[in-house]
């Protein structure tokens, strides 16, 4: 069986803040993982993807994330957030036993202050 | 690059009536799925199609929704005698497959069982 596990169900930064979000999976081999962000009433759109290779891997708008293989781990970071950062952001894992399916976490809605 | 089209954006409808949602895949994408997220929860897998041939479907995907694929293009997913349970937003995604497993979302379909 796979899972993702998303810690915190809500956090809240100030912009210009620096920003982790958490992400810990469980899988037998190493996986496919993503990020993805949803505004309110939008679809996903896909941050980042780790495939293999270099295990900090660089997204769109400044997102960067850590693959770490002895923590099971896939956590998202940026230096310095703004006001538009402000969204729900999922965590998913695809597995080569799983079929093509994502398996997603239950995100992390992510609130800006001015 | 038009993206992952889904019409309609917004559906109520009473309960135990029959919906028909729609998806346009990214053009030379050959696989399809479909994906239901309730709020606050993150996307989980409905069905998958490699082409027009459904490969996999999730027990979620009950007697009353079908899903099809003609021609290896757009996609339908139809829900037989709505239930007030299948209110959620319904998430259509297509991937390349094979080295660029990365799905691309659509803006998804709000359902609404009244």
């Known amino acids: 069986a796979q899972s993702v596990t998303q810690p915190d169900i809500h956090i809240t930064v100030s912009e210009g803040a620096s920003l982790e979000l958490r992400c810990n999976y469980s899988?037998?081999?190493?996986?496919?993982l993503f990020w993805y962000v949803q505004s309110p009433g939008q679809g996903l759109q896909l941050l980042l993807k780790y495939f293999s290779g270099d295990t900090l891997v660089q997204g769109i708008k400044g997102f960067e994330a850590e693959f770490k293989r002895s923590q099971s781990s896939f956590n998202l970071r940026k230096p310095s957030v703004h006001w538009s950062d402000a969204a729900e952001y999922f965590c998913a894992l695809h597995g080569e036993t799983s079929g093509s399916r994502l398996t997603f976490g239950e995100g992390t809605q992510l609130t800006v202050n001015p | 690059d038009t993206g992952v089209s889904q019409n309609p954006r917004h559906k109520i409808t009473k309960r135990g009536q029959n919906v028909t949602f729609r998806c346009d895949p990214i053009?030379?994408?050959?696989?399809l799925y479909w994906y239901r997220q309730t709020l606050g929860q993150g996307p989980e897998f409905l069905t998958y199609f490699q082409n027009e041939a459904q490969l996999e479907k999730s027990r979620l995907l009950s007697d009353r929704f079908s899903a099809e694929r003609p021609k290896g293009s757009f996609s339908t997913l139809e829900i037989q005698r709505t239930e007030q349970g299948d209110s959620a937003m319904y998430l259509c995604a297509s991937s390349l497959g094979g080295i660029s497993p990365e799905a691309f979302f659509g803006q998804g379909t709000r359902l609404t069982v009244v």
């Open positions: 053009s030379e994408h050959n696989r």
């Open positions: 899988y037998g081999a190493t996986p496919y």
